[in-house]
């Protein structure tokens, strides 16, 4: 009688994942926006793999452009009945009155407390009031 074991190798632990967050930045609307008024855009910051750092978004634009960034307040822990580690908050963007009529591109930026920074691009175009 013939008996075949087999013996496996031991196969290296694969590491912990890196704590780490995405950041998704909605469509803003209206697109494209009249000068003078604001466009909005939802913002989302998904916390994974133990991630528990505040983040804080912010916008790079040219002159003309300003932010508001409304209910962006980090969920850092699990919560029994809430949401999931993460922020989801809304970006107001307020164009000028006097900026040109174009398309213009804006950089907003999520910000971890231990320096971790993210960006993403959008287009707002601008067109004159009436």
Same mark, same amino acid.
């Given at each position: ?18 704590? /780490?967050?995405? @950041?998704? *930045?909605?469509?803003?609307? &209206?697109?494209?926006?009249?000068? %003078?008024?604001?466009? !909005? ?28 960034? /409304?209910?962006? @307040?980090? *969920?850092?822990?699990?919560? &029994?009945?809430?949401?999931?580690? %993460?922020?989801?908050? !809304? ?38 009031? &009436?």
């Amino acid at each position: 009688m013939l008996l075949a074991t087999a013996c496996r190798a031991a196969t290296p632990s694969e590491p912990a994942p890196t704590p /780490d967050y995405t @950041v998704v *930045v909605g469509e803003l609307a &209206p697109n494209p926006v009249l000068a %003078g008024d604001s466009a !909005v855009a939802s913002l989302q910051s998904a916390f994974r793999h133990g991630f528990a750092q505040p983040v804080t978004f912010g916008l790079i634009a040219p002159t003309g452009f300003s932010a508001r960034f /409304d209910g962006c @307040v980090p *969920v850092l822990t699990q919560q &029994p009945f809430g949401p999931p580690p %993460g922020v989801t908050c !809304v970006m107001i963007v307020r164009v000028a009155r006097t900026m040109l009529p174009g398309s213009y591109l804006l950089r907003v930026t999520a910000q971890a407390a231990g320096g971790a920074v993210k960006e993403r691009f959008i287009t707002l175009g601008v067109v004159a009031p &009436p």
